[in-house]
């Protein structure tokens, strides 16, 4: 029997789902999971709930997310290892998440901005350059989206 196609995120009841889906994965995952519960010990109940606001404001521009993900990391780089296979590790997580629940234009977009955020995050936090900032090492689909951004040569 065909599978149902899986739906597109059309607004917080899924980025609830995909939240919830996601950090289930990350709880259980050996080289994440305890920088969550046993380093940061995260208070699930005001994380997740601050993290609805975090995906809706970047999706959706609603969500009312006020905070500081930079400084929240920053604190954890001495206290936990914060590097590339760490980040690679919640993108991979994030992003099987994001394809199991969902399909469509949103879930690309939530994926683009879960990868540049990475980016953004691990370079920041760890003082070195951003990733991107490599030309080469931009994936086909980064080239295409960064090059409206003059800075950043176009695929050649
Ligand atoms: C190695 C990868 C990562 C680890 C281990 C990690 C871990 C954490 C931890 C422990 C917190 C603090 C929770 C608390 O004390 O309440 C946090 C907060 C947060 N994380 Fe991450 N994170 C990672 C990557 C990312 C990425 C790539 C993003 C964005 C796409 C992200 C977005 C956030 C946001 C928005 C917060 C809330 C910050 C605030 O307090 O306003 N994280 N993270």
Sequence with gaps: MKKAPKPDITGRSEIEELVNEFYKRVREDELLG???TDIAMVDWDSHLPKMYAFWETVLFRSGGYRGNPIGAHSQLVDRAEMGKAQFDR???LFCSAVDDLFAGERAEHIKNCAED???VIYSRINGVPDPRFTPENLT???K???SKYKSVP???
């Design 34 to 36: 305890f920088i969550f």
């Design 90 to 92: 919640w993108l991979t």
């Design 117 to 119: 955020m990475a980016n």
């Design 140 to 142: 086909p689909e980064q």
């Design 144 to 146: 295409r989206r960064y």
């Design 154 to 156: 176009a695929e050649p």
